[in-house]
């Protein structure tokens, strides 16, 4: 299997067999980080969380760069170029010593990991040992481009055989820091918080306390006693057990396959005059959303007027749109050219290496 083939298997399971799982797992994937006090600690003491707009904004770029890295062709332009830039914004924290590998990794895990069990858990069928394969070798060279070391993984002397026994032993490994790391500390709270009120920044406020104690149940316990949170009444848990049965009965033996022109796209192609992309779905703020007339007075754009939501078009969202080089904090739009030429340049070599071995 080559990387090219793990991606297009990767595509299909993201945007045409379960594009809500696999989306919201990766939230979910990002969110379970907070739960290690290294990694909660590192983002609460860069300021970011401050105030509303920044943490809204931290958390769509965050979205933005990954979307760009996992959904277009490995050798694409925009995959090449999220890449560099989200070496960029990692590399000041490595180089200062306050970015651990382990946690780089952890990290990397859940990515490979979350989707395929939520997939387990949500889905009307599990993923198969071929897709699960192309989703280790897929990951296994995002990890690599992002320079994060194997050394803590037993085989790593060895390499692997296939992407499926990466996985496997990435699992082992990510379940037993879990273990040992996963504990509390008020940064793990805080970044709770701070998540709950942009996931939930549409919710009306009478409904908030139950969608909160819902969000919570879908979360595993050790999680939930890392950041500090309460676990909701049980009369939740079973609510929400008999709503996904009954999801996964429906869509076994009730639904037909989605067909390929209902597949989701996040995002846009890159504006051929200014080399600006739309992203086209959100859920809280409505981040590099292009204001169409269907996106500020369609059906969902009414239901958040009527509960005070906000909607596609104030200037402080940039409806513009956004350019791969700009993601990142306000302060560091515009920086890191040379650094991101760098990781470009080597990327190119590489994915034409692949193509070169693939051909030969």
């Known amino acids: 299997m080559t990387l090219e083939d793990a991606h297009a298997i990767q595509l299909l399971l993201a945007e045409l067999e379960f594009p809500g799982v696999f989306a919201i797992s990766v939230f979910f994937a990002i969110f379970k980080t907070y739960g290690i006090p290294s990694i909660s600690k590192l983002l609460v003491a860069t300021g970011q969380l401050s105030n509303s707009t920044t943490s809204s904004k931290r958390a769509a770029d965050t979205g933005v760069i990954i979307t760009e890295m996992v959904l277009n062709k490995p050798s694409s332009t925009r995959t090449i170029d999220a890449i560099a830039r989200m070496n960029f914004l990692h590399d000041r924290y490595i180089r200062a010593g306050k970015i651990h590998n382990e946690d780089m990794l952890y990290t ?9 069990r939520w997939t387990e858990r949500y889905e009307w069928r599990s993923l198969t040992d071929i897709e699960k394969c192309a989703m280790g070798l897929f990951w296994k060279d995002m990890g690599e481009v992002m320079h994060i070391s194997y050394d803590l993984l037993q085989s790593s002397q060895f390499d692997w ?7 496997e032993e990435l699992e082992d490994w990510s379940v037993r820091y879990e273990k040992e790391h996963m504990v509390p500390a008020s940064t793990n709270f805080q970044l709770a918080q701070a998540t709950f009120d942009i996931a939930l920044f549409n919710v009306p406020r009478i409904l908030r306390r139950m969608t909160n104690n819902i969000v919570i149940g879908l979360l595993e316990p050790r999680l939930c006693t890392a950041m500090m949170l309460q676990r909701p009444p049980v009369v939740y848990g ?14 076994r033996h009730l639904c037909l396959p989605r067909p390929s022109f209902m597949s989701v796209k996040w995002f846009t192609a890159s504006d051929p005059c200014t080399g600006r992309i739309h992203f086209e779905r959100y859920i809280a703020q409505p981040w590099y959303i292009k204001p169409s007339f269907w996106a500020r007075w369609g059906l969902k754009a009414l239901v958040l007027r009527i509960v005070g939501g906000a909607v596609p078009g ?47």
């Open 108 to 116: 990397l895990s859940l990515f490979a990991l979350e989707p395929i």
């Open 238 to 251: 079973t609510i929400l057990r008999l709503i996904v049965k009954l999801r996964k009965i429906a869509l």
């Open 161 to 167: 055989p296939d992407g499926l026994a990466w996985l």
């Open 314 to 360: 104030d200037p402080q969202y940039c409806p513009e749109g956004y350019r791969i080089s700009e993601l990142g904090p306000a302060e560091l739009k515009g920086k890191g050219e040379e650094e991101m030429d760098a990781t470009q340049s080597e990327l190119r070599r590489r994915r034409q290496a692949d193509l070169a071995g693939v051909s030969a």
